[in-house]
């Protein structure tokens, strides 16, 4: 089966640019999760949905927004990108049992960001 | 919010000895602890994980343990093996339900440790 997909692999932005990154869970798996990762820093959390509802944020600027589609795919948007927004930006995907979402995690492999 | 201590930053061991990772949490309401390793260039793998409600739990080279009074949790690797090069996190994260019956909860990273295992 495959895992958390993400795209793009890579992407090279300007300072106030706006991007959007696309992630696809795990097969079955409903909730997905979004964090920033900083060079030699750990994940920082930015958002979770499950079953296309926000249920929780990070504190991150209102310049950072995200969506959960119908089949349980998701987008983060930035907006008026920053030199600091370049990380590694990685999506997890959560399984439900009887209808409830689980806390266990499963990463992607990230997509690296650059703002130059 | 929940504040998670990582340490040492970095460790280094020679293959077949022990390594020991340590964290500290500051949220007392947390109860799911799991370990990822990361790679260069790849996404935080889970390697194995533990409830509040267990102290110990092992996976053949594999063990953590929590000790829910001190806040602290820890990760055990013996018998290390170059492969076992990466970056370690921990995290921490408090489940909860609603009246939909969803439960969730953010995951908190510690800082990582680079572990390094010489042949």
């Known amino acids: 089966d495959a895992g958390v997909t993400q795209s793009p692999t890579h992407l090279i932005k300007t300072r106030g640019q706006h991007v959007t990154l696309r992630c696809s869970p795990i097969s079955g798996h409903k909730s997905v999760s979004w964090y920033q990762q900083v060079l030699g820093q750990g994940p920082q959390f930015i958002f979770q949905?499950?079953?296309?509802?926000?249920?929780g944020r990070g504190n991150f600027p209102d310049r950072f927004s995200a969506r959960q589609f119908p089949n349980y795919s998701s987008e983060l948007n930035v907006n008026a990108l920053l030199l600091g927004d370049s990380a590694l930006y990685l999506c997890?995907?959560?399984?439900?049992?009887?209808?409830?979402?689980?806390?266990?995690?499963?990463f992607g492999a990230g997509t690296r960001l650059s703002v130059l | 919010g929940e504040n998670v201590e990582q340490h040492p930053s970095t460790l280094s061991v020679q293959e077949g000895d022990s390594a020991v990772i340590k964290c500290t949490y500051s949220?007392?309401?947390?109860?799911?602890f799991p370990w990822y390793k990361q790679e260069l260039g790849k996404g935080p793998q889970l390697i194995i994980d533990i409830r509040s409600n267990v102290g110990e739990k092992k996976d053949q080279r594999i063990a953590v343990t929590l000790n829910k009074t001190a806040k602290h949790f820890s990760l055990h690797i013996t018998e290390t093996q170059p492969e076992d090069s990466a970056v370690y996190f921990c995290a921490a994260s408090k489940v909860r339900g609603n009246a939909g019956g969803t439960s969730y909860g953010k995951l908190t990273f510690g800082q990582g440790t680079i572990l390094t295992v010489h042949p």
């Open positions: 949220d007392s309401a947390s109860n799911y």
């Open positions: 997890a995907s959560s399984p439900t049992s009887g209808g409830v979402a689980k806390n266990i995690q499963y």
């Open positions: 949905y499950y079953e296309k509802e926000e249920r």
